[in-house]
């Protein structure tokens, strides 16, 4: 089948009209123009070569590579919307070089593909033409004309580069950063579990079920110890008289024996155990003098922040990196690295902070899992913020959800500190109320703070530094025009800072001065079976005497745990 009966099966039968000639010069048209014989599938004769002033017998062109054009001037005759008047109509769309202005008519009515329509509005050109017949003009300006490979190349070198890079994306840096810390103090932990006791993992006097070091050796590397950061009652006042000698023998950090006295049968002292050049000055007096207010007393502060980074075995750090790579490595992403940081650290020191008011004063206490729980509350709030944008929020209510229960309820067992997560929690949520932006249910009513925008076309910390500058650049202008709904929602905000601020103040006071300690709050982290609310519980009777010395009988034996 020829082409013009695959492009226009009915166009055989208009072979009769004649299309328009073309001519040998440029500027001279012939009066009369021939018409065509009866088009025929045979291939044509080639033997004598018509020549310009010649009619072809079968096609328009002399010859495939003829340099002629169509005249711009020529009248066009009956235009018809089929493939056979196409070849003419398209010089005169174009005219030459690509400058001539288009026809009124259109001649395609084919639906050719890559070729315009006549019912579809034409988009403005420019003096290039993709038609490889048409000469070019040599009056005109000659323009370099982009492909659209060379549009997308550079395209994409603005924000991609081909296959093998995508669009940029935030790093998650302080996750990345914080997770490989905390992985190389692990090694550093089973380094120095194996230097002291010749054993990577805690197995004498008892296994570690946490596969991991000594309890002893992570006290004596910085795990929140209360009898390392101040007095405890028990300790820097035991009774010793003639009969009685109930001063604390505290364990060596290289232990393996059931005395917890070191390999050569000597004893610790508290500075063997506490360790960071512990001062003398600090240690409790074993001769029965000792007074609860003796100063100067232990004041190793720094377990508040150290435990973050510690960890009781492969087990403990294994799940708890694995959330922090997936839920704190996205939460970075959508706050950006800042928030996150303040976030994270804030909460796992007020988990720490309230164990240490709370929780058994002879258990160690180690590990991130405080700082997650703020990050799992950052999520529920986020959550919660965005509940109508959500496509299945209810399923993600129930993920968050079973990941607190099943944390609180393990927090109930033995060697856990189930006041690190609530506090790390609680910290999450009212720090998430003041960083984080408002509601999208409030965003709409007040017209204020847009939601996050993607993070490959904005840093997620523009919003932040936007607002500080322009609060910093006219603080009265920045309260002006707000709209009441605004206001209680900063006012909310405000309160929640000011409330945690506050707590955080008195819990750290209630620590070094008064030490109040709540009698049912040990239940919180612990079920009353088999003793094990009295896990780790150095406190005793004790009766004030004249001389500041105290009468102590302890109510079990000092314990220590993860």
Same mark, same amino acid.
């Given at each position: 089948?020829?082409?013009?009966?695959?492009? @226009?099966?009915?166009?055989?039968?208009?072979?009769?009209?004649? *299309?328009?000639?073309?001519?040998?010069?440029?500027?001279?048209?012939?009066?009369?123009? *021939?018409?065509?014989p009866p088009y025929t599938s045979r291939p044509p004769s080639r033997s004598h070569m018509a020549r310009p002033q010649e009619t072809s017998p079968v096609s328009p062109f002399e010859a495939p590579f003829d340099d002629h054009v169509y005249p711009m001037s020529h009248?066009?005759?009956?235009?018809?919307?089929?493939?056979? %008047?196409? +070849?003419? =109509?398209?010089?005169r769309y174009y005219g030459q070089g690509g400058g001539g202005k288009p026809q009124s008519t259109s001649s395609f009515?084919?639906? +050719?593909? /890559?070729?315009?329509?006549?019912?579809?509005?034409?988009?403005?050109?420019?003096? %290039?033409?993709?038609?490889?017949?048409?000469?070019?003009?040599?009056? &005109?300006?000659?323009? !370099?004309?982009?492909?659209? +490979?060379?549009?997308? #190349?550079? &395209? !994409?070198?603005r924000g991609m580069s081909g296959l093998l890079k995508r669009p940029k994306k935030r790093i998650a840096w302080v996750t990345y950063l914080l997770t490989t810390a905390m992985v190389a103090v692990f090694i550093g932990q089973i380094g120095r579990n194996w230097q002291l006791t010749g054993s990577p993992i805690m197995i004498k006097p008892t296994f570690n079920p946490m596969i991991g070091p000594s309890t002893y050796v992570t006290i004596n590397m910085g795990a929140r110890y209360t009898p390392c950061m101040h007095n405890v009652n028990g300790v820097q006042n035991p009774i010793v008289n003639a009969t009685?000698?109930? %001063? +604390?023998?505290?364990?060596?950090?290289?232990? #393996?024996?059931?005395?917890?006295?070191?390999?050569?049968?000597?004893?610790?002292?508290?500075?063997?155990?506490?360790?960071?050049?512990?001062?003398?000055?600090?240690l409790p007096k074993t001769d029965g003098t000792g007074c609860l207010n003796d100063k100067p007393e232990p004041n190793q502060w720094f377990r508040f922040i150290l435990p973050i980074f510690l960890h009781a075995g492969l087990i403990h750090i294994?799940?708890?990196?694995?959330?922090?790579?997936?839920?704190?490595?996205?939460?970075e992403i959508l706050i950006g690295p800042i928030r996150y940081f303040l976030v994270y650290f804030a909460s796992g020191i007020f988990g720490f902070v309230l164990g240490g008011n709370f =929780?058994?004063?002879?258990? =160690? %206490?180690?590990?991130?899992?405080?700082? /997650?729980f703020g990050v799992i509350g950052l999520t529920l709030l986020d959550l919660l913020y965005h509940w109508q944008e959500r496509p299945s929020p209810m399923k993600e209510l129930g993920f968050i959800m079973l990941d607190i229960v099943i944390s609180l309820v393990l927090g109930l067992l033995p060697g856990l500190d189930n006041f690190s997560h609530i506090g790390g929690f609680l910290?999450?949520?009212?720090?998430?109320?003041?960083?984080?932006?408002?509601? =999208?249910?409030?965003?709409?009513?007040?017209?204020?703070?847009?939601?996050?925008?993607?993070?490959?076309?904005?840093?997620s910390d523009d919003h932040m530094t936007s607002a500080t500058l322009k609060f910093a650049k006219a603080p009265v202008g920045f309260f002006k025009g707000r709209k009441p709904a605004w206001w209680a929602w900063w006012l909310v905000r405000a309160a929640a800072l000011v409330f945690v601020f506050v707590v955080f103040?008195?819990?750290?006071?209630?620590?070094?001065?008064?030490? @109040?300690?709540?009698?049912?709050?040990?239940?919180?982290?612990?079920?009353?079976?088999?003793?094990?609310?009295?896990?780790?519980n150095l406190l005793g009777n004790t009766t004030e005497t004249a001389t500041c010395s105290a009468n102590s009988t302890l109510s079990g034996r000092a314990m220590f745990s993860y």
């Open positions: 089948m020829a082409a013009n009966d695959y492009y @226009n099966t009915t166009s055989r039968e208009d072979h009769t009209q004649s *299309p328009q000639a073309y001519h040998s010069s440029y500027g001279n048209p012939r009066d009369a123009t *021939p018409s065509l009248p066009a005759p009956v235009s018809r919307f089929d493939s056979q %008047s196409t +070849i003419g =109509a398209d010089s009515q084919d639906d +050719i593909p /890559l070729r315009d329509h006549p019912g579809v509005p034409l988009p403005p050109k420019d003096n %290039s033409t993709d038609h490889v017949y048409d000469a070019g003009d040599p009056s &005109a300006p000659v323009r !370099r004309r982009t492909n659209s +490979i060379e549009q997308g #190349t550079q &395209a !994409r070198g009685h000698d109930f %001063s +604390i023998g505290f364990p060596c950090p290289e232990t #393996t024996r059931d005395d917890l006295k070191s390999k050569t049968g000597s004893g610790c002292d508290l500075g063997d155990l506490c360790g960071f050049n512990f001062p003398s000055e600090w294994g799940f708890n990196m694995l959330l922090q790579m997936t839920l704190g490595r996205e939460m =929780a058994a004063p002879g258990i =160690a %206490s180690m590990g991130a899992s405080g700082a /997650l910290m999450g949520v009212v720090l998430g109320i003041c960083i984080l932006r408002s509601p =999208a249910a409030l965003q709409k009513r007040i017209g204020h703070d847009p939601p996050y925008k993607p993070v490959s076309q904005s840093k103040i008195l819990l750290l006071q209630n620590f070094y001065v008064y030490r @109040n300690k709540c009698s049912w709050c040990k239940y919180i982290s612990c079920i009353d079976i088999k003793g094990w609310c009295d896990i780790g």
